[in-house]
């Protein structure tokens, strides 16, 4: 709790000895953005040692901002563009500087309004994009972005980071749906997924697994209905589906949980899974969403490393799926 912003031993000190609680916080960023740390040992009665570990050279990667009404700049650059929506100034520098050495364009976005008119005017490959911001949150833009048939098809990578922890979480979906399914949209999207293989349907809502059944048979496609998470880990034991349309709130079993227990098992890890969400989200919709990552994060499962290993991962499938083969 030490590094935490305005964490204090009693809220009450700062009368008596001043100060907001900012300053191991903002010392701590500083070294993280240079490539350091600052770590403390400590003895009740005795005192504290901090130690910060430096790189000999610093070396400075400026953004490349993207120039307005310039979407033909990603065509130009013969590389990936990803966009980084964030709010968090010491996150999109990870980003910046973690997607920038594995050979990606990075164009970053301070929030959700911002993103979408980065979206629109460059058409990225892929999209980072923060769960939890203020204002207009994550699952808002992303709700947007999908509606807007000119960005849909551009990948969305779910994420958020908790830089003062260390800890992050990515959603992990390759592509998202939102309700009312579109006919078009949904059979755009599982075109890029085998047809000889089942399409596994995880939704609480009857009716809806009985809408998209109606939708895809004529396509060609088998089904394989679950209700909540739970069962579909049960229907995954005896079919090998080609992908799995997911909804993230159901009852036992969430969306999240599925994705996390489908990690788990190397013979699932690969499975495509296509997340559904409400189009127009209530307040209520966007507490529980947030709620079940923050839960996620409370857990403190998913360290920084493994996070950035997972996000590079899924960048790189989406810029792969979106760019010409050489």
Not at 132 to 137: F, K, N, Q, Y
Not at 151 to 172: E, H, K, S
């Amino acid at each position: 709790r030490l590094f935490e912003v305005f964490s204090q031993a009693d809220a009450a000190t700062t009368r008596k000895y001043g100060g907001t609680g900012l300053g191991l916080a903002l010392s701590r960023r500083l070294c993280r953005m240079m490539g350091g740390e600052v770590t403390v040992e400590s003895e009740a009665g005795r005192g504290s040692t901090f130690t910060i570990l430096l790189p000999a050279l610093v070396a400075e990667i400026v953004e490349e901002p993207a120039a307005p009404g310039a979407p033909t700049d990603r065509v130009a650059s013969g590389v990936g563009t990803v966009l980084v929506v964030d709010d968090e100034a010491a996150v999109r520098d990870l980003m910046q500087r973690f997607l920038a050495k594995e050979g990606f364009r990075v164009v970053t976005a301070a929030g959700g309004e911002e993103g979408l008119r980065r979206a629109r005017e460059l058409r990225p490959d892929a999209i980072t994009l923060d769960v939890m911001m203020p204002g207009m949150d994550g699952w808002a833009v992303l709700s947007t972005l999908k509606a807007d048939p000119d960005v849909a098809d551009v990948p969305v990578i779910m994420l958020t980071i908790v830089d003062d922890r260390n800890l992050g979480y990515a959603l992990g979906a390759s592509d998202y749906l939102t309700k009312p399914i579109d006919r078009d949209r949904l059979v755009t999207v599982l075109k890029q997924h085998r047809r000889d293989r089942p399409v596994l349907v995880v939704d609480d809502d009857a009716g809806l697994r009985q809408l998209l059944r109606r939708m895809l048979e004529p396509e060609g496609y088998a089904v394989v209905e679950a209700e909540n998470g739970r069962v579909a880990l049960e229907r995954l034991r005896d079919v090998s589906p080609s992908v799995v349309l997911l909804d993230l709130m159901m009852p036992e079993m969430d969306g999240f949980e599925f994705v996390a227990e489908l990690r788990r098992h190397e013979a699932w890890r690969a499975i495509p899974v296509v997340v559904i969400t409400a189009r127009d989200l209530s307040l209520d919709d966007h507490e529980r969403l947030n709620g079940y990552v923050q839960k996620i994060l409370q857990k403190g499962e998913h360290g920084r490393d493994q996070l950035l290993a997972e996000v590079r991962e899924l960048v790189a499938t989406s810029v792969a799926r979106r760019r010409p083969k050489a």
